[in-house]
């Protein structure tokens, strides 16, 4: 397991943030699964992650039992919103115990809106993205190919 290796954060809001140098991306295969929840907005952001993605060498799964890297693009505009996309996170988690997940990645408003809270109740995550950071997408999925 690699929780905790990996922190990212809006650097809009944290203060503290620390851009973590890119490194090296030896499997151009590497294969995602993104799940999106919510609102149309974390829909757009979810294509544009996966178009990033993709023109960085990344292949694209359905499959999250197939995948390198899981991401969970998050709601949490109202409370059945939070609840949903904690299960869910939870729920892809196990691909890390069964599956080859190496890294799960949880991008949009739940990271955003409890900051570094988050981590401590969810370790199972690896690496979060708020909403204004989801740019960093390519970044935090090369840095996951070095997770054991």
Partial sequence: MCHGEIVFYNTEYDENYQHKPQMGYEDQNMKINLVSLGCA???????????????????ITHDPAMADTIIVNTCSFVEPAVNEAVDTILELSEFKKEGSCRCLIVTGCLPERYKKDIAKTLPEVDIFLGTGAFDQIVDAVKASANFP
């Fill in 41 to 59: 907005r974390n829909l757009i952001d979810s294509e544009i992650m996966l178009g990033r993605l993709e023109q960085n060498g990344c292949q």
